[in-house]
Nanobody
Framework: DVQLQASGGGLVQAGGSLRLSCATSGFTFEDYAIVWFRQVQGREREGVGCISPSDDSTYYGGSFRGRFTVSSDHARKIVHLRMNRIEPEDTAVYYC????????????????WGQGTLVTVSS
């Protein structure tokens, strides 16, 4: 079974940094894109960033490029989301997922989701 376990959320001050992790199992790591989305209550999930472990190519939603970085640890099959210069508007539940089709950052194409991890940013 596909397992996606997001972790690393918590309370962080604005301007700080945080690293989220998505531990994966139950599928061939290089065959899927691993995506990060976030969701604020009452709003749709928003694509943050994505990595294709087959070649470690990365893609980002426009507002996150340059501040957030997605990376993969092939040996441990973990994908990280490094968040820098965090803003109060980054407060959300962050989810990881997998896309067989590749990085689209469109939730319609996400084949499986992990549980979310909450990031709360204090100003």
């Amino acid at each position: 079974d596909v397992q996606l376990q997001a972790s690393g959320g918590g309370l962080v001050q604005a301007g700080g940094s945080l690293r989220l992790s998505c531990a994966t199992s139950g599928f061939t790591f290089e065959d899927y894109a691993i995506v990060w989305f976030r969701q604020v209550q009452g709003r749709e999930r928003e694509g943050v960033g994505c990595i294709s472990p087959s070649d470690d190519s990365t893609y980002y939603g426009g507002s996150f490029r340059g501040r957030f970085t997605v990376s993969s640890d092939h040996a441990r099959k973990i994908v990280h989301l490094r968040m820098n210069r965090i803003e109060p508007e980054d407060t959300a539940v962050y989810y990881c997922g997998i896309e067989r089709i590749g990085c689209t950052l469109n939730s319609y194409y996400v084949d499986a989701w992990g549980q979310g991890t909450l990031v709360t940013v204090s100003s």
